[in-house]
């Protein structure tokens, strides 16, 4: 009637049911109601299952309550796999480059026209620059490059990159970049009538940055149309609204990038 004597061998033993990891798409059978289907995710501590007709249901995760291949067992929740360290980037955008540190200053050299140009300079390629061993030098003005650049005395391993603001077919300044001719200097420059205009006008607050008429200061007019007082007040509200390349326009990124690498080839 009970078969085999009940005291026969180690009958006190319970039967282990192995422990199997969730992992998505992993098809199961759940023990009691036979619905059979693919683990999604997780909701309130249960399993998401969805069959083949895509049906989702939620079972708890208790001990011995789904069948795998036929066999019966307990599905647990993964362990978070371990975070991947992000890279660190430098304002710019490049890769940050660890326990590194800058180079002393090369001969090489970037100009800009003034000190709000290199401000903003700094703020986004500064680490780069750093790094490479490439100083930033404000110009006051751009009125004399031919003569500044002839002062310099350029060469294959002194070269120079300048940064001109409005460098647009017609305009004064380009007229005086077409002076400069040697071939270890390179000039480029952005459409913007200031380094001001290169940042993107809603960092600021503004939907587009208002037009100045001819003949007015450009930095005034800006002030008086946005209701600030003086031209270091509004040049604070602008950098202080600049954390990396993505506050500030292509045509100046597509600028400097270009200078950078002119000036470190080897």
Not at 28 to 35: H, I, K, L, M, R
Not at 92 to 119: F, Y
Not at 149 to 175: I, N
Request: glycine share 8%.
């Amino acid at each position: 009637m009970y078969g085999e004597d009940v005291l026969k061998g180690e009958w006190r033993r319970r039967r282990v049911v192995p422990e199997v990891d969730a992992e998505r798409d992993l098809v199961v059978e759940d023990a009691d109601s036979g619905f059979c289907g693919a683990v999604i995710g997780f909701e309130l501590g249960a399993v998401v299952l969805e069959d083949r007709h895509g049906k989702r249901r939620n079972f708890p995760l208790a001990p011995a309550a789904f069948l795998l291949d036929g066999q019966t067992v307990t599905l647990r929740r993964p362990s978070a796999a371990p975070a991947q360290a992000q890279r660190k980037v430098t304002a710019s955008g490049s890769i940050a480059v660890d326990n590194v540190r800058a180079q002393v200053a090369k001969a090489s050299r970037i100009w800009v026209e003034g000190i709000h140009d290199a401000a903003l300079v700094e703020r986004i390629w500064g680490d780069d620059l750093r790094i490479e061993g490439i100083v930033v030098e404000p110009l006051d003005g751009i009125d004399d490059l031919a003569g500044a650049v002839r002062g310099f005395r350029p060469g294959p391993q002194r070269r120079l990159g300048v940064l001109v603001d409005h460098l647009v077919p017609g305009s004064k300044e380009s007229r005086i970049v077409a002076a400069v001719t040697d071939p270890d200097v390179l000039v480029t420059g952005h459409p913007y009538v200031d380094i001001w205009q290169a940042v993107k006008p809603e960092r600021v607050g503004l939907q587009k940055w208002p037009v100045i008429p001819p003949g007015r200061p450009w930095k005034e007019g800006i002030c008086a149309a946005v209701g600030v007082r003086e031209p270091a007040d509004m040049w604070r509200r602008i950098l202080s609204s600049v954390s990396s390349y993505k506050d500030v326009e292509t045509p100046l990124i597509n600028s400097m990038e270009r200078l950078i690498d002119f000036v470190t080839v080897p």
